[in-house]
């Protein structure tokens, strides 16, 4: 049966956090939060309540499996029974996975076949819908780790766009990019479905008519692009990601970019390779993908598609010099997931993939 998650939507929402916690009478409450937790007002919200509150922020950016422990450690030794997450893709990913694993009788750290508690989680940041979604994203030795249950979905979500107010521009930036590739990429996989793609167009749709608004900090766009951010959350829930969310891991690990920037450099090779062979090839099934994806973004056509995705990203100004080798495109090629692979719609070799990374680091896009 599919899990059924409660959504509290707007100005204010953050309040609802009393009700939740009153509903369900928990008896000590784990924060998992980012950095900019005590600027928002949920925090005031979350001291207020009548019930001890502690609180998990010892984890990086890209949270490791040596993060995910201690959490786990906290979390079994304050014996708590509600997760509450309140911060961007990453802190959400980190309850999740403090949520689904625990020490063994010889302490080792090992997964469960269910998730220990509730979650409510209150995403800051518009980009990444980890709160709409049954994964996690982790790293072991700086390699991506997909955690993947039923249960990792939040039971609880409150979308306020009043965390969006404050947020860095560059993160701003990013977390749209990383919306946007996550609803493009729902469109073209192998796995889509009517549904995914009803999600992920309409994300497309908020995403190019608000982008210019959101920048300039108007409350109705906020409002959108967290609803958006959402919706491409749920299209990936269904069809999952393909080759450019592959190709990034390790590309921002590496390079300390965004999520969201590393995507949007390998989608826009790869939107250019699917538009090539479509032009190669009008019998394959591609028309319908980019006619698609043209239509979401209001582009009267489908020739303008790639040059309108690339002038957003120019627009942004995320230039970034890359300092790399041929033995450093071999290990990136390495990294991409063989699983992300079969979910696109055509074969992607690992000579085209070394390809891209060569064109995303020499910074062609620019040129």
């Given at each position: 049966?599919?899990?059924?998650?409660?959504?509290?939507?707007?100005?204010?929402?953050?309040?609802?956090?009393?009700?939740?916690?009153?509903?369900?009478?928990?008896?000590k409450i784990m924060v998992v939060r980012g950095l900019s937790y005590d600027?928002?007002?949920?925090?005031?919200?979350?001291?207020?309540?009548?019930?001890?509150?502690?609180?998990?922020?010892?984890?990086?950016?890209?949270?490791?499996?040596?993060?995910?422990?201690?959490?786990?450690?906290?979390?079994?030794?304050?014996?708590?029974?509600?997760?509450?997450?309140?911060?961007?893709?990453?802190?959400?990913?980190?309850?999740?996975?403090?949520?689904?694993?625990?020490?063994?009788?010889?302490?080792?750290?090992?997964?469960?076949?269910?998730?220990?508690?509730?979650?409510?989680?209150?995403?800051?940041?518009?980009?990444?819908?980890?709160?709409?979604?049954?994964?996690?994203?982790?790293?072991?030795?700086s390699e991506k780790m997909s955690l993947e249950h039923p249960d990792l979905?939040?039971?609880?979500?409150?979308?306020?766009?009043?965390?969006?107010?404050?947020?860095?521009?560059?993160?701003?930036?990013?977390?749209?990019?990383?919306?946007?590739?996550?609803?493009?990429?729902?469109?073209?996989?192998?796995?889509?479905?009517?549904?995914?793609?009803?999600?992920?167009?309409?994300?497309?749709?908020?995403?190019?008519?608000?982008?210019?608004?959101?920048?300039?900090?108007?409350?109705?766009?906020?409002?959108?692009?967290?609803?958006?951010?959402?919706?491409?959350?749920?299209?990936?829930?269904?069809?999952?990601?393909?080759?450019?969310?592959?190709?990034?891991?390790?590309?921002?690990?590496?390079?300390?970019?965004?999520?969201?920037?590393?995507?949007?450099?390998?989608?826009?090779?790869?939107?250019?390779?699917?538009?090539?062979?479509?032009?190669?090839?009008?019998?394959?099934?591609?028309?319908?993908?980019?006619?698609?994806?043209?239509?979401?973004?209001?582009?009267?056509?489908?020739?303008?598609?790639?040059?309108?995705?690339?002038?957003?990203?120019?627009?942004?100004?995320?230039?970034?010099?890359?300092?790399?080798?041929?033995?450093?495109?071999?290990?990136?090629?390495?990294?991409?997931?063989?699983?992300?692979?079969?979910?696109?719609?055509?074969?992607?070799?690992?000579?085209?993939?070394?390809?891209?990374?060569?064109?995303?680091?020499?910074?062609?896009?620019?040129?």
């Amino acid at each position: 049966m599919k899990k059924i998650q409660a959504e509290y939507h707007g100005y204010g929402a953050y309040q609802r956090v009393t009700d939740i916690v009153e509903a369900l009478k928990p008896e000590k409450i784990m924060v998992v939060r980012g950095l900019s937790y005590d600027n928002f007002p949920v925090k005031r919200t979350i001291e207020t309540l009548p019930i001890p509150v502690v609180y998990f922020k010892e984890f990086s950016p890209n949270p490791d499996i040596a993060d995910i422990s201690k959490g786990v450690a906290l979390f079994e030794r304050e014996k708590c029974d509600f997760i509450v997450s309140v911060g961007g893709g990453s802190v959400i990913d980190v309850a999740k996975s403090i949520n689904i694993f625990s020490f063994d009788k010889n302490n080792t750290l090992r997964l469960l076949d269910d998730v220990s508690c509730p979650h409510l989680s209150v995403p800051t940041t518009a980009g990444s819908g980890s709160e709409a979604t049954q994964y996690a994203i982790i790293y072991k030795n700086s390699e991506k780790m997909s955690l993947e249950h039923p249960d990792l979905l939040p039971e609880y979500v409150i979308l306020d766009p009043v965390f969006l107010e404050t947020l860095p521009a560059y993160q701003k930036k990013s977390t749209l990019l990383d919306a946007l590739c996550q609803a493009i990429e729902s469109i073209w996989a192998n796995a889509a479905t009517n549904e995914s793609k009803k999600f992920a167009k309409e994300a497309i749709s908020i995403i190019f008519k608000n982008a210019e608004t959101y920048f300039s900090g108007e409350p109705e766009a906020n409002t959108l692009m967290l609803e958006a951010a959402n919706l491409s959350g749920k299209a990936i829930a269904i069809s999952r990601t393909t080759v450019p969310h592959a190709m990034s891991y390790k590309l921002a690990a590496t390079f300390g970019l965004a999520h969201g920037h590393a995507v949007a450099l390998c989608l826009l090779y790869i939107l250019e390779d699917l538009l090539e062979s479509f032009s190669e090839n009008r019998d394959t099934g591609l028309g319908g993908i980019i006619g698609d994806l043209a239509q979401a973004a209001q582009i009267p056509s489908r020739e303008g598609l790639f040059d309108t995705i690339k002038g957003l990203f120019l627009e942004l100004r995320l230039y970034r010099d890359f300092d790399f080798s041929e033995d450093l495109i071999k290990e990136l090629v390495a990294s991409v997931n063989t699983q992300r692979l079969s979910n696109h719609p055509i074969e992607i070799t690992t000579a085209k993939l070394a390809e891209i990374y060569r064109r995303i680091l020499s910074n062609e896009i620019y040129k």
